[in-house]
């Protein structure tokens, strides 16, 4: 029987990855431990040694690991036999998410979206919706953007700006313009301008879209944040042009952006979402998409799924809901965490002006662009070695990004900080000797 | 807190679903119950009744509902703060889940798999394959079987021979050449000689393929079971023509088929097999892909998804291994279950010869194709009503497909298959007596 | 000034095309001579050598080259500097054309069909009609054929099977299915009845056609001829699924099969029906494309093109109908012609049967299959030596394939076929010479 | 016989199209005449009116109608019964024209170009030149411009970007990456520099480039004629991204731009160039595809096409090359009729500046932007009245454009520009009388 706290130390080897596990991992290469237990903001390794986790699943542990309520309801649901996997009949479980969802998420918001869970992954989500607005619109292509990131299925993928992970296709990928993104072309180009002009043109050669899908801050695309206006403008683009616009708020959402949808600040009302990650509350597979209730024009089982219906996760998404978003006390602590961050990062950038170009991101969703993205590893490394997990975005990996768990106490978020700019002042003292030499 | 035994019967009403969920829901159109609970091959609704399950998640719950060892499993691991979510960092839950496979599985069959974990749904293993395949032979085609089905993902669909899923592609599914499967034209065409044929053309128009992908027994496609010879000869064909093999296990593995591949007994050795549905034992998302070393060409990353280390469904999966796969006893077991219920369906052939023409499937994946699809979906209300979970397959739903768990209580089995017995009586006769009057 | 019969041997050498042209060049390899005039059944070479054209421009040359009549009207059109070039505008060539192909052709046969131009060759004529049936069908979808052959512009390149010319396409050729042509499998399966089955089941897999496009003999294909109960089949199967048939009779067409159209006999009726190479009768480039009244959705100009009003073609096309068409002596010539040659061929089977497999072909359109592929290049050359141009067909060049100009005089034909015989005897021979050795 | 002189008026009547020809046909309805004859700038109809042609064939008629001495050449080569059709095989014509356009149009241009003769349509180049990209590359990606115009074949299609022809396709149109051109957000912005950011960004979503393809003057985008400047950066974005640049010289090749080719005073050396219109020098259908000799990769009959050696074609193209090309007198020529057309264009900008924006393109490729793009058919209608042919270009048909023959004589060219004056003069004055009513 599994028992975290007496693993003996030598039990699991790196040779058993190595042996059986195909070469694809990769954060296992970042982060060479074997990991038992987590519990908050901590992760343990087999050792027993903790580390302050700022990845955060990429955002799927925006409460933190083994949050105790949603680990009891779990628990209390497994010892009543609560049934765990439905495809997609009715239970007990989903309704009450349902209702939490609705009550506490939608209502507030005077939002009115109906609810499909495809199959629980974000990719899965984004196909969905490429589908739907395939479907409802009758038309194929679809408006993506550079830098955006929409996961490795073939439709997802097709909608994916990294090369890296298009390279892995092996076949063309089809269906999709590919747009500059916000400020893409720096302060002074208007993209969503030159969007409107290229659709609008007779012969501009981009086919009408069945839907633009953007994320309103790129996570893995290195932290751009889209302006309100350009959003704003983007939308009504969507809307001149008789395409549906989606947000993928899979990273960005459950509070991410400081507030439950990353687009609710900016004045926009997307026909679709999609949502994954922290949606479960505690790294449980779960996604949704949400639809305009006259978006949906699905056939029953017309896009299914078996996972669909993972009861565990409705579980302690509805904890999740009731616990976090049943009124605005988190939403008021998360922006003083992302004051808090913020300001800290920015005190990093004044003391290596060299290295350190600015702070990005939005919300909760932070980070710092480095002037050579040669060195971010570096950065990650020492900061493992001290004892902090924290990894790197964009096409180049020049940025350090920051996903604390949101709920992230205090004392761990001081720890952390204090990790990455020793972490920074090592490699880049190392750096400057080096330099100097 | 969730209580499944307190549920107040009328507190999720259908009401709530109708309301907020998308229409693309189905299997809740058949079994028209809010489900609570579930254990072995009993699922409860609200109102306390109780059905038994020849659904099994459409082969997922092969261990039946919270087998008391994975749960319990489970629930130590939650109660120790196991880590939950890791992407695809190195946990002792996965070396655990590792080191049995390969014991317990792979290597007392003499195979030699490196083990890649994918997003945790089947569609998300087969994307991941096909994507190996194509990277691996640089080629783009891939060479799929009528009544194939493989996900709903676009890559996976693109697989997919069912056209009510098909058609909510909205684009063009392209990559792929349909085949027909063994038998397709009948006992007297050897399709397979069709297929070699049309790729050893030089103006055979089809594209030299990256692999073949197939289920040996065709579970979504009406329990079509390729024979030992085909398979064999469709190995040759993919050998012959620098194609890998893949074998799409998700359905019809983890002993479904009567081992715990559906390919052991036919004498073929797949370069690349799929699997998810029961491989975490009671029901947790999660999938695999099998590759054989030398195609490991993945670069770290090239394929990833957020959930890819569901470290819950690696603990239930190893208990699954060590509990049902560790000896033959079990296999042995599944031989007689298999012959038990083959048995009781060719006694409705023979009861009623008019209306069932034949027993179809291998293994414990087995059903009845009737003579007029449209009484199926009658059977499967009766059964409903009597308390069975049943459901259809085959491209006119002219199946009653049998996916009882593995592990299924006699008396329980007796119990469905009774049931199952009373519902063909009684829509048999009310037709009959339709058509006499 | 050019003058055919004055030119000096020396001055056009092979190093001129060596050096300037691309090695994308073909028959010249076959034929090493640098080709100044030709008449009739004739072609010479620039040392005065005279060759018999059994290749006729690949069934261009119907009515042989430099037919009197034509020739004579064109001279006459150019000295009174009738317009060449006027895009779709209305001309005096196009209406005499136009009426003639009407009276002539058209109406004799009850047919009622729409000319459409579309640039001259027949590969734009393909591109044309295709793109018509998936406009009027708003399906994607076209059932092409083993062996098919239809051109190499990127929409006709992915209807024909040939892979030495689909590997040349660079990208992937989308929205075909490949279907096995009449006796593919043999003359005991009947291939429409499989194209059937696929079609009608729901999870085939082939998704609804727009259009079904054949050859009723394939000529690049190795002269398979399709048997009238099999294309009736067909065309039952485009009707009843909703798809358009559409006959490509580029090759087949104008006398070719020994009827104007080479459906005429068999007993269908198709939709669409492509037209190039002999139309102009002198080799000129010209396309058509006949279309249903009820299909010719076009809007003006959306399928365009700069040559498709090639007053030259039109004058010499409408002398060509006027002389070959007006009555049906024509007719009955090609079927003595036919028999001619038959026979003679099928003496070679007889004389060499361990090498000659059969006689191929229908109509005018016929050629010997031989057991050796690699023999047929060796018979061509032999020939060519002699004093014969003849070319290969099918999968392997097994075919040896006469395309004699449909009005050949006697004397030509007997010496060709003469030619011919004398070739095979020395292949065969010394092949047989040197297996015995 | 043909008798363009005495041809009865009433002969030909618009009865005979609209009852046989296609609804596709275009230029028919907007200069509704049936047209006999033609000789230098003059196109005579059946009732013996004459025009002034300023559309010469959309640039295919550069030497215009008839020119004497191409027209005797061609009589003399078919009262010798030259060979007129020749598949690819060697003829003394070819010969001919491939010496003279060694010895008059690459060798003084310090060219190295091999010559590919592909379909006889600037479509038919233009695929093949795609094809041979993809082929050397191994990539499929093709980067197009906004308002490019590249034909109507499929992989031609792909390239434009023409809604009206795009909508005609019927299938997903892939491969392509379209960009925007010169100028195409204001002179402000220089695209160039953004194409080279999102190429040069790993995570810009474009995919490696086979090709660059472009037109230096967009015929039918509307006469947007590119910098030296801008062409220059493509063309090292091109290099510096292992892409080929072809330069597609169809519309603005053959002395249209003031030069032969039309890249040749931008300081750029395209690897492919495609040419056909006036390539033939009389309107015969001849096309050509220019590619450097490293790349002669294609296999012998990769790209084929039956009428791929037009002998009358290759007679008169070498006339037109030895009559123009052989010194540098038309050249200089060129310029002094470009100057003169555009200073009375520029009379006309003055003459109606609240109608008429600006004179647009580059040498004697020249035409007036219009600000209501609604008027310029009333234009071509009241030209037409008065006796002159012209069409229109560019998205929203905004653009009057003049093609006159290359060769025109000052009393024809000052004819044309005289109607033109008064057909705008009665159209604005019309217009501006409505407008004040």
Not at 12 to 36: C, G
Not at 96 to 116: C, N, S, T, V, W
Not at 127 to 156: P, Q
Not at 315 to 320: E, F, L, M, Q, S
Request: hydrophobic share 40%; proline share 3%; aromatic share 8%.
């Amino acid at each position: 029987m599994f028992d975290a706290h007496k693993q003996d130390a030598g039990k699991a080897s790196f040779e058993t990855f190595e042996r059986i596990e195909s070469e694809v991992r990769s954060y296992a290469r970042s982060f060479p431990a074997v990991f038992t237990s987590a519990k908050g903001s901590r992760i343990f390794d087999q050792s027993g040694r903790s580390y302050v986790d700022f990845l955060s699943g990429c955002s799927t542990l925006n409460y933190g690991h083994n949050h105790p309520k949603m680990k009891q309801a779990l628990v209390d649901y497994l010892m009543q036999d609560g049934v765990a996997h439905t495809m997609d009949m009715y239970s007990v479980a989903k309704a009450q998410f349902l209702e939490a969802f609705d009550k506490h998420i939608l209502r507030p918001r005077g939002m009115d979206y109906r609810l499909q869970f495809p199959g629980p992954t974000g990719a899965n989500a984004v196909e969905a919706a490429i589908k739907l607005a395939r479907k409802v619109t009758g038309r194929t292509n679809v408006i993506a953007f550079t830098n955006g990131f929409h996961g490795c299925t073939l439709g997802a993928l097709s909608l994916t700006g990294n090369g890296h992970h298009r390279g892995g296709a092996g076949v063309e990928l089809t269906g999709v313009t590919r747009m500059p993104y916000d400020k893409y072309f720096g302060d002074g180009v208007d993209t969503a301008e030159q969007i409107e002009k290229m659709l609008e043109d007779a012969s501009g050669g981009v086919d009408a879209p069945a839907a633009i899908i953007l994320e309103t801050i790129q996570g893995e695309g290195g932290l751009n944040a889209a302006s309100a206006k350009w959003l704003q403008k983007i939308e009504k683009i969507a809307r001149d042009n008789g395409a549906l616009l989606i947000v993928d708020d899979i990273q960005a959402g459950c509070g991410r952006s400081g507030s439950f949808f990353s687009f609710e600040e900016m004045g926009i009302k997307p026909d679709i979402v999609t949502m994954a990650k922290s949606l479960s509350g505690m790294g449980l597979p779960m996604a949704l998409v949400l639809l305009k209730p006259e978006l949906d024009e699905w056939k029953p089982g017309e896009h299914n799924g078996t996972f669909r219906g993972n009861c565990h996760a409705f579980i302690t998404a509805r904890v999740a809901i009731e616990e976090f978003w049943a009124n605005d006390d988190f939403e008021d602590e998360l922006k003083l965490k992302a004051k808090k961050i913020r300001t800290r990062l920015e005190s990093f950038v004044k003391t290596f002006p060299d290295h350190i170009n600015r702070v990005k991101g939005r919300g909760v969703m932070l980070g710092i662009e480095v002037a050579n993205p040669e060195m971010t590893s570096e950065i990650v490394k020492a900061s493992f070695e001290r004892g902090l997990i924290i990894e790197t975005a964009g096409p180049d990996d020049e940025v350090v990004k920051l996903l604390t768990p949101l709920n992230i106490a205090d004392e761990d978020l001081e720890a952390g900080l204090n990790i990455l700019g020793d972490a920074l002042q090592a490699v880049y003292t190392d750096a400057s000797l080096q330099a100097a030499e």
